[in-house]
Each structure stands twice: as C-alpha cells, then as structure tokens.
C-alpha cells in the first residue's frame, strides 16, 4: 500500500484559503487519492478524490500533481466548522488505509 | 433514520462479558466495514463485507466476531475482551468496494470501554 506523508497540523484564519498537503510519492498507477475529514466526535467524512486531473466539489478542490506522487486539498475559505482532521488515502479496491493525518484548526 | 446508524453510542464491559454492537445503513449500499479507532493511533480497518460476504479480515482476535446477515445491518459481536480493546469502533457503508471511485460513510461510531 503507498505510504503517505502529512503535516501534523497546520493552522488557519477562518475566511482565508487553505492548502493541505499530502506526499504520496509510493503511489501505484491506478490508485485513486482520496481525501476524508473527522470533526471532532464524529466518524470520518468523505471530501473528495481523484486520479490524475484536478477535481472540484462543493466541499473542496483537489490539486494532484503531474507526476502524482503529492497531492493538495484546497479548502477556498475556512471556516470555523472545517476544523477536523483532514486524511489524504490512496488507495485502491476495498483499500483505505488511514494515516495520522493533518490536524486543522481555524482561528475566528 | 438516515445515513449509517450505530448502537449503542456508548458502552462499559467487563473482561467477561458479552456484547454486541450493531450497525445499520440506510443508504442501498452492498458493502459494509468495521473500523477501530484507538486513542492517538490512525483508525484500523477490522473487516469488510461485500455483499453479505466477509472479503477482508486484517489480522483481527477471535474474540471479535463479525456478523452481516443481510446488505443493511452489521454486527460486531465482543467477548472475552482486554482493556486494550478499549476504542471507538466505527462501522461504514459503500456502493461497491470503496477505495477506486465508491465513498465510504461512516457512521458515528460506539465508544467501548472495557473494565
């Protein structure tokens, strides 16, 4: 299974854009990259995935590098309800294998 | 009742007790997961059901038996526990596989403490 690589934590301004990054450099070729988020007391939420281009909802962006071997979240304004913590997965079939994660907090 | 329910919520067992936890999806899926979540450490998958077949079993005690008898309920049945096995234990739910392109739900998850 990739290994992955997140900041610990990272800290942000509610309303300002933030950029989770994500090192996956073990990535095969047909894994996707997946991102979930646990709020605190809850079970982990589903963001957003993908494979190889950028992806957008209504949640998140994803940025995947050309070479996929990292990727970035992109929350375009943080608010005090994205505090959680954020898991980057590859994964593949019935694989999601969860890392530590980055812990995201939001200044108001 | 919506999404990926579990109860109960909150549970203290003793070493020798017996208890269950249930899980119920109501969301169509045909595939089903426990997940353990223990203090400080990343969340664990557990087993995995597909179609009302266990396809994955990562190395788990015998003394956490699985139970899936049809596509929206999961049980995980617990006996004979340590204090180590003190965790939040989730339970999701996806249309196939997850891990390709199928997002998982997960329910809120049982809080077990064992004495």
């Known amino acids: 299974d990739a290994k992955t690589t997140q900041p610990n934590s990272m800290e942000s301004n509610e309303e300002e854009p933030v950029h989770l990054p994500c090192n996956h450099s073990t990535i095969s070729g047909t894994d996707y990259i997946h991102w979930y988020r646990q709020l605190p007391s809850q079970g982990p939420e589903y963001v957003i995935h993908?494979?190889?281009s950028n992806v957008n909802n209504r949640m998140a962006s994803l940025a995947i590098a050309e070479d996929r071997k990292s990727s970035t979240l992109i929350l375009h304004r943080a608010t005090l309800r994205d505090a959680a913590v954020y898991y980057c997965l590859p994964s593949r079939r019935n694989k999601l294998v969860f890392g530590a994660g980055t812990i995201l907090r939001v200044k108001s | 009742e919506t999404g990926v329910t579990q109860t109960p919520r909150h549970l203290v067992m003793g070493m020798t007790n017996k208890k269950s936890l249930k899980c119920e999806q109501h969301l169509g899926h045909n595939a089903m997961y426990w997940y353990k979540q223990s203090a400080k450490k990343p969340l664990e998958l557990m087993f995995v059901?597909?179609?009302?077949?266990?396809?994955e079993n990562n190395s788990v005690p015998s003394r956490f038996s699985p139970e899936c008898p049809n596509s929206s309920h999961l049980f995980l049945h617990l006996h004979t526990l340590q204090p180590e096995d003190s965790a939040l234990y989730l339970c999701?739910?996806?249309?196939?596989?997850?891990?390709?392109?199928?997002?998982?739900?997960f329910g809120p998850g049982t809080r077990l403490t064992v004495l």
């Open positions: 059901y597909s179609l009302e077949e266990r396809v």
């Open positions: 999701a739910s996806s249309q196939g596989l997850a891990g390709l392109y199928n997002e998982q739900f």
């Open positions: 993908g494979l190889t």
